[in-house]
């Protein structure tokens, strides 16, 4: 290229925006599991009857053996902590006014778990292994969504 | 490897912070023509196939893959885009060449991040719809965590990881090809502004505009081409699983996995002795710590023990990312790969400027596609006069 442009000032921007808009299928596991949450608050597995690992959320088939996963099963939605971290920062890049936790939670039984929200307790107060159990929206308020669960908090 | 191959011709071009006076494709248009002049062949004629590495949704455009030709030399000819690291798309070049079906192969990564307007919303959109995506969270809360795990389970420190950022942000000063070269005290780094704890906003590589071509060539039109080839001994990657209830939380297997292959290919039994340098994916610090014992580079849970004893640093014995990284380099999207690939090469050909290393004769690049990932690569490079 023999010139280049050499003010900002000369340069032309076109704004442009995607308007994206989807649905997302949960899937015969996936229906099954918020159904579970929605309806009873209670979380589904789906167990391989090959290499036994039990999957939270429930899925319809094993990643490790390619099998169809069996013995779907509820558990309570109570769990501990397996890693957690303090965001200070939204989605935006904005500083958020109270620091929002987050972990990735396991759940006894299982070899899955959930990232969630933490509530009801300070960034002190978390640590690895901490017991949790979700909070739940009232049953009539609850559309079948991971946010049907407002937050994991300590185990009382 | 069936058939050998080489480096025979890189180019780069506008590495900097936002390139608002030029477009992508001149981006592109750029980089390719100096590569194609590196490696004295005309594209129209000589280069047998073409393969860029791009995302829809980075690039703001669907079906991206058909913008590509014109500017890289490749209208009416064999082109296709990988939508992954630059690194896949350098193993699909050399597989061209090892099934006989190309002999020259051109590659092509770039970034143009500044263009993105709401890039934390656009990186979302790479997040589980139904479980994930929906908490609303920065998509870096997911590093976070994973830095909090793998912290958790190794002798790695925090402090380890600022010296990281530290070791790359110095590096980079020396860097011409680098955007955030930068002295920091390890004090200014942990004291700097918590994002996701245990994570700072320094841990974090920041974005970058630019664009990679290499030109790989089968042995016989390699040795005709060039007086310094750089030749590929290996190469794998690997994903592990998209899901976060059944990754592996604490180490980077993708990148264990991949390291197999591309050592299983150049025969090489023990990394840290075999090999001179690595550049290695350092998106966040305490990946470059995981990236390293993933790649069995150094013990499990040695990274930081032996960043701390200068092993790593640019004049120890295990010199990794000398370039700066995308800690001090930045971070190119699917380019990232095709970066540290760049700055691999020129440390192989003794072209490295200011961060040259003395007597450099086989190195390993690595790359990871970023949050929320669990995909990498690894390339073996070895110098001409490095052959058996
Ligand atoms: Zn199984």
């Known amino acids: 290229m023999l010139s280049k442009l050499t003010t900002s000032a000369q340069t032309r921007q076109w704004p442009g925006h995607i308007p994206v808009e989807y649905v997302y299928t949960a899937g015969i596991a996936g229906e099954a599991f918020l159904r579970a949450l929605k309806d009873r608050g209670m979380l589904l597995t789906s167990q391989c009857p090959q290499c036994q690992t039990v999957y939270l959320p429930a899925r319809l088939y094993c990643e490790q053996c390619f099998e169809e996963t069996k013995q779907y099963e509820e558990i309570a939605p109570k769990g501990w902590v397996h890693t957690y971290t303090v965001a200070h920062v939204d989605i935006d890049g904005e500083a958020l006014a109270v620091p929002q936790i987050y972990a990735f939670i396991r759940f006894g039984g299982t070899n899955g778990g959930l990232i ?16 949790v159990e979700a909070l739940l929206l009232p049953g009539k308020e609850r559309t079948g969504s991971i946010n049907d669960i407002t937050c994991f908090q300590p185990t009382k | 490897m069936s058939e050998r191959m080489a480096i025979v011709g890189l180019g780069y071009a506008d590495i900097r912070s936002c390139t608002p006076g ?7 248009y750029e980089a390719a023509t100096r590569a194609y002049d590196d490696a004295g062949i005309n594209p129209r004629k000589q280069v047998d196939s073409f393969i860029s590495v791009s995302e829809d949704f980075w690039e703001g455009t669907s079906i991206f ?41 051109a590659v092509e990564g770039h970034s143009k991040h500044s263009d993105m307007c709401t890039p934390h919303h656009i990186h979302q959109l790479a997040f589980d719809p139904i479980y994930h995506r929906p908490l609303g969270a920065h998509p870096q809360h997911l590093a976070g965590l994973e830095m909090a795990r793998f912290l958790h389970e190794s002798e790695n420190t925090r402090e380890h990881c600022g010296l990281v950022v530290q070791k790359n942000r110095r590096n980079a000063l020396k860097n011409p090809r680098s955007v955030y070269g930068s002295d920091l005290s390890l004090q200014d780094i942990l004291d700097a502004e918590p994002t996701f704890t245990p994570m700072g906003v320094l841990d974090a590589a920041q974005p970058a505009d630019g664009a990679f071509v290499v030109v790989v060539a089968a042995e016989r039109r390699a040795k005709a081409l060039s007086t310094h080839p750089v030749w590929i001994r290996g190469y794998g990657w690997c994903t592990e699983t998209p ?3 059944s990754r592996s939380w604490g180490e980077a297997a993708y990148a264990r996995l991949a390291a197999h292959q591309a050592y299983r290919m150049a025969k090489i039994t023990a990394p840290a002795r075999e090999l001179d340098f690595a550049e290695v994916d350092d998106s966040f610090s305490y990946k470059e710590l995981q990236h390293l014992e993933a790649l069995d580079i150094c013990p499990q849970g040695a990274a930081g023990a032996w960043l701390q004893a200068g092993i790593t640093q640019t004049g120890g014995e295990f010199p990794v990312n000398v370039s700066g990284g995308s800690l001090g380099v930045g971070y190119f999207l699917e380019a990232s790969g095709l970066m540290r690939l760049t700055e691999a090469v020129l440390q192989l050909r003794g072209q490295a400027g200011a961060v040259q290393l003395p007597a450099v004769r086989r190195g390993l690049v690595q790359s990871w596609r970023n949050l ?14 490095g052959r058996e």
């Open chain 2, 65 to 105: 893959d058909e913008y590509v030709p014109d500017q890289l030399g490749a209208a009416l000819r064999p082109v296709h885009t990988v939508c992954g690291d630059g690194l896949q798309a350098l193993s699909c070049a050399a597989m061209l060449i090892e099934t006989g079906q190309a002999q020259i192969v």
């Open chain 2, 372 to 385: 929320p990932t669990t995909t990498g690569c690894v390339v073996i490079l070895e110098r001409a006069d």
């Open chain 1, 116 to 131: 969630h929200r933490l509530g009801q307790t300070q960034p002190h107060q978390v640590s690895i292994g901490m017991e």
């Open chain 2, 22 to 28: 030029i477009s992508y494709k001149e981006l592109m």
């Open chain 2, 243 to 245: 899901a976060v209830d």
